[in-house]
């Protein structure tokens, strides 16, 4: 999931004015273990969001009478996730 977000950045990064060797040359500039931990800071962000998403999705399905386990909602939350990322904003039939 987090290289498909990875590959869709780059993607959209390539497709606007800037190139990656203005990229390249930014990274190399900067401090390879700062740049892993906000990296990773984000990341755990990100699953932490997701995690909270779950838990309330669970005491929603316990009040409509549709048991849903944690690890369950974790997982249908984080495909949920994968398809807001990846998908454009007109699937949902927006013009």
Do not use: E
């Not at 990229?23 to 990100?46: E, H, K, P, Q």
């Not at 779950?54 to 974790?74: D, E, H, N, P, V």
């Amino acid at each position: 999931m987090f290289t498909a977000r990875i590959l869709r950045a780059a993607a959209l990064f390539c497709s606007s004015r800037n190139s990656l060797d203005d990229l390249w040359l930014r990274l190399a500039g900067t401090n390879s273990a700062w740049f892993v931990s906000w990296m990773s800071l984000a990341i755990l962000a990100d699953l932490i969001l997701v995690f909270v998403g779950a838990m309330r999705w669970k005491q929603i399905s316990a009040l409509c009478g549709a048991s849903l386990g944690l690890t369950q909602a974790f997982r249908y939350n984080m495909i949920g996730t994968f398809f807001n990322q990846t998908l454009p904003s007109t699937i949902g039939g927006r013009r």
